[in-house]
C-alpha cells in the first residue's frame, strides 16, 4: 500500500499512527524514546513519517524529550496496609531523586493487570513495579517490546521473565507450618486470600500441604479460602465453621494479621481458650499484631524493605544503565502468646 505525502505542515502524529498501524504513543516514543520501542516497529515508524513528511515540532520535541520522572506502581488493593508500607516506601526513595509514583490497584489475579500497565505506559511511565508475577504472556512482550525497566515484587522467583526483588512465599510458610508441627500439632486449617493468579498465594497453600505431607506423623488439612480479599469478617466466620466441620483443628494459620484478628474475636465469642484450645498465627506482621489479645504469633515480611530495594534498582537504571538483578530478602518468625503447644 503506498503512503500519501500530505503537503508540509498538515501531517501530524495521529496521522503517521495511522498509516504505520500502531498507537500514537508508540510514534511518540520512536521520536524522543527510541530505547523503549523494538527496533523493526522504530523502523517502520520513522520510515512511514519520512514518507508523509512528518518531522516532530522542535519546540514540542523538546518538551517531549524531558523525562517524566513518573514511575507506575501496580498493586493488588489499597485496603491492605501491607501495600501501603511498601509504597511508601518505594515512593520516598524516589522522590529523593525527583520521581513521582503512579499507583493503581488492580485486584489479586495478575492475569487481569494488562490494560492497567498499558495505561501506565502510555501515559508515561519510565518503569514500573509489580506486586507478583507478570503471568500474562502478552503483557510481557508488550513490555519487552517497550524495554520497559520493570520489578517484580512481594514474590521471589529466579527464573521468570522480569527480575524480582521481595521473599519466598513457599520457603516462609513452610517454616511457619513446621513450626507449628514442633509444637504438636497434627490437624490444622490455612485461610488464605483469592488465589486465582496470585503466586504468592499458591506458594503459600502449596507450602502448607507439603509441609504436613513430609512430616512423619499422619497429618489432616484444611483449606478455606476469601473470595473478597483479606478481611476480619472472613476470619470470624470461616472459625465457626471450623468448629462446625472440623472440629479436631487444633492449628489455624490465617494468611494475613486481618484475617487472624477476626479468627481471635470469634475464639473470643466461643469461648475457645487460644492458645491452650487453639493456635492461630498470621501473616505480615502488622502494627497491631503485637496488641492483640494474646499477642498473634506472626511471619513478619519486609514490606518497607521491598520497597526501599525496588526503588533503588530502578533508580541504579534509569540514571546509569545499571542491570536490575534478582534480590531475596529475609523473612522472621515472631513468636508471641497466641500459639502453644499440644
Do not use: W
Amino acid at each position: 500500500m503506498s503512503i500519501k505525502r500530505k503537503p508540509s505542515g498538515r501531517v501530524n502524529v495521529t496521522d503517521v499512527a495511522k498509516a504505520a498501524g500502531v498507537s500514537v504513543a508508540t510514534v511518540s516514543r520512536s521520536f524522543n524514546l527510541p530505547h523503549h520501542v523494538r527496533d523493526d516497529v522504530r523502523e517502520k515508524v520513522l520510515q512511514t513519517a519520512s514518507k508523509m513528511g512528518y518531522t516532530p515540532n522542535s519546540a514540542a520535541k523538546a518538551l517531549r524529550l524531558q523525562k517524566t520522572n513518573v514511575i507506575g506502581a501496580i498493586i493488588p488493593t489499597l485496603d491492605h496496609s501491607i501495600y501501603a508500607t511498601m509504597v511508601k516506601s518505594f515512593q520516598d526513595k524516589l522522590a529523593e531523586y525527583g520521581y513521582v509514583v503512579y499507583v493503581l490497584s488492580c485486584g489479586f489475579d495478575s492475569n487481569s493487570i494488562y490494560e492497567s500497565v498499558r495505561l501506565l505506559v502510555e501515559r508515561g511511565a519510565e518503569a514500573l513495579l509489580i506486586v507478583g508475577d507478570v503471568a500474562d504472556p502478552d503483557l510481557t512482550r508488550y513490555l519487552k517490546e517497550y524495554r520497559m525497566p520493570v520489578v517484580c515484587t512481594y514474590s521471589y522467583f529466579e527464573d521468570r521473565s522480569f527480575p524480582f526483588i521481595g521473599f519466598d512465599n513457599y520457603q516462609a510458610t513452610k517454616q511457619l507450618t513446621e513450626y507449628l508441627l514442633g509444637l504438636g500439632h497434627r490437624n490444622m486449617a490455612m485461610l488464605t486470600g483469592p488465589m486465582q493468579g496470585n503466586d504468592r498465594q499458591q506458594a503459600r497453600h502449596s507450602a502448607f500441604l507439603d509441609a504436613l505431607k513430609e512430616h512423619k506423623s499422619k497429618c489432616t488439612h484444611f483449606t478455606y479460602e476469601s473470595a473478597g480479599g483479606y478481611t476480619i469478617e472472613f476470619g470470624e466466620k470461616t472459625l465457626r465453621r471450623i468448629r462446625l466441620e472440623c472440629p479436631e483443628v487444633t492449628a489455624i494459620i490465617c494468611n494475613s494479621d486481618v484475617i487472624a484478628f477476626g479468627v481471635l474475636s470469634a475464639c473470643k465469642k466461643l469461648g475457645i481458650d487460644v492458645p491452650r484450645e487453639m493456635s492461630v498465627v498470621g501473616y505480615d506482621n502488622l502494627e497491631f499484631a503485637e496488641y492483640l489479645e494474646p499477642p498473634l504469633t506472626t511471619l513478619a515480611i519486609p514490606a518497607g524493605e521491598m520497597g526501599l530495594r525496588s526503588a533503588e534498582a530502578l533508580i541504579a537504571n534509569l540514571k546509569n544503565g545499571t542491570e536490575i538483578k534478582p534480590l531475596l530478602l529475609g523473612t522472621q518468625l515472631m513468636i508471641r502468646q497466641s500459639s502453644h503447644s499440644i
